[in-house]
């Protein structure tokens, strides 16, 4: 999941978990029960999305990592047998197309790796029996590189397709995201306005656990020195906005509102801890 879509997930999350505090008051209500249904469906159906898009995409490519160091491997010792016949026999122009330094080769593509393996399978199979001297205690290892070469190629293409699975499912995601927000603008918020009409403390506390934080993306700032008009005293706040925060049980001692904006309940407001 992208961060921007991880951000809405917690803000999703917040606001079931407040809603949930209000079974008792909301529960005499028949849509609100059908409302957190649906509601607990679609984040199960989220997080269906997002964990087929980590876990199938991850496991592909690790194995697919897995299969390249192994091929590379044995590259490494196929490759240098093939060069050392290569270079007793005088086949110049074998040796220049094939040559590569380790360090390239770490760096090379892996489709450009595999490319190079099978051209020196290729080799090593025509002079096969030319081989044998070099082989330790005469273990062929023609036979066990083509194997190692035919996974290495499989695992590229799975991880080709799980490419394509996980553009699949990032777009399920998004789609299920854009369901969720317009399931809260269109549904919930208007079924609970005539609740939070009624009480400012919970108005307040809905109205915050709405906000999407952007976790990760952007940090706090502590403001320097907090507005006089907006700090709350151990308990005893100012009238006015503070009077709500601490009402709702949303502002500790010593906590001020930072709010940009001339309305301290609007969905831009911040809590920021003094110093």
Same mark, same amino acid.
């Given at each position: 999941?992208?961060?921007?879509?991880?951000?809405?997930?917690?803000?999703?999350?917040?606001?079931?978990?407040?809603?949930?505090?209000?079974?008792?008051?909301?529960?005499?209500?028949?849509?609100?029960?059908?409302?957190?249904?649906?509601?607990?469906?679609?984040?199960?159906?989220?997080?269906?999305?997002?964990?087929?898009?980590?876990?199938? !995409?991850?496991?592909?490519?690790?194995?697919?990592?897995?299969?390249?160091?192994?091929?590379?491997?044995?590259? $490494?010792?196929?490759?240098?047998?093939?060069?050392?016949?290569?270079?007793?026999?005088?086949?110049?122009?074998?040796?220049?197309?094939?040559?590569?330094?380790?360090?390239?080769?770490?760096?090379?593509?892996?489709?450009?790796?595999?490319?190079?393996?099978?051209?020196?399978?290729?080799?090593?199979?025509?002079?096969?029996?030319?081989?044998?001297?070099?082989?330790?205690?005469?273990?062929?290892?023609?036979?066990?590189?083509?194997?190692?070469?035919?996974?290495?190629?499989?695992?590229?293409?799975?991880?080709?397709?799980?490419?394509?699975?996980?553009?699949?499912?990032?777009?399920?995601?998004?789609?299920?995201?854009?369901?969720?927000?317009?399931?809260?603008?269109?549904?919930?918020?208007?079924?609970?306005?005539?609740?939070?009409?009624?009480?400012? !403390?919970?108005?307040?506390?809905?109205?915050? $656990?709405?906000?999407?934080?952007?976790?990760?993306?952007?940090?706090?700032?502590?403001?320097?020195? !907090?507005?006089? $008009?907006?700090?709350?005293?151990?308990?005893?706040?100012?009238?006015?906005?503070?009077?709500?925060?601490?009402?709702?049980?949303? !502002?500790?001692?010593?906590?001020?509102?930072?709010?940009?904006?001339?309305?301290?309940?609007?969905?831009?407001?911040?809590?920021?801890?003094?110093?």
């Amino acid at each position: 999941m992208k961060k921007r879509q991880i951000n809405k997930l917690r803000m999703f999350r917040t606001v079931r978990d407040y809603v949930a505090t209000l079974d008792e008051v909301l529960q005499s209500a028949p849509m609100y029960t059908q409302l957190m249904a649906r509601f607990d469906g679609l984040l199960a159906a989220l997080d269906v999305a997002a964990d087929y898009q980590a876990h199938a !995409a991850r496991g592909k490519v690790a194995a697919h990592r897995a299969a390249q160091e192994r091929m590379r491997a044995m590259l $490494a010792v196929v490759g240098g047998i093939v060069h050392a016949h290569a270079r007793v026999e005088g086949d110049m122009e074998f040796l220049l197309k094939t040559s590569v330094t380790p360090s390239a080769l770490r760096k090379m593509r892996a489709e450009d790796a595999l490319r190079l393996a099978e051209h020196i399978y290729s080799k090593a199979v025509t002079v096969k029996e030319e081989l044998a001297p070099y082989w330790l205690d005469g273990a062929d290892k023609i036979g066990e590189f083509r194997d190692v070469l035919d996974a290495a190629q499989e695992a590229l293409r799975a991880r080709y397709q799980g490419g394509v699975q996980q553009v699949s499912s990032s777009r399920a995601i998004a789609s299920v995201v854009t369901e969720i927000e317009t399931f809260l603008t269109d549904e919930l918020d208007t079924f609970l306005e005539q609740y939070l009409q009624r009480d400012a !403390a919970a108005r307040i506390r809905y109205r915050i $656990a709405r906000q999407t934080h952007s976790y990760g993306i952007r940090r706090w700032r502590r403001p320097a020195v !907090a507005p006089a $008009a907006l700090q709350l005293h151990g308990g005893a706040p100012e009238q006015g906005a503070n009077s709500g925060l601490v009402a709702a049980g949303m !502002a500790p001692a010593g906590a001020t509102l930072d709010n940009r904006s001339s309305d301290a309940v609007a969905a831009s407001a911040r809590l920021t801890i003094v110093a």
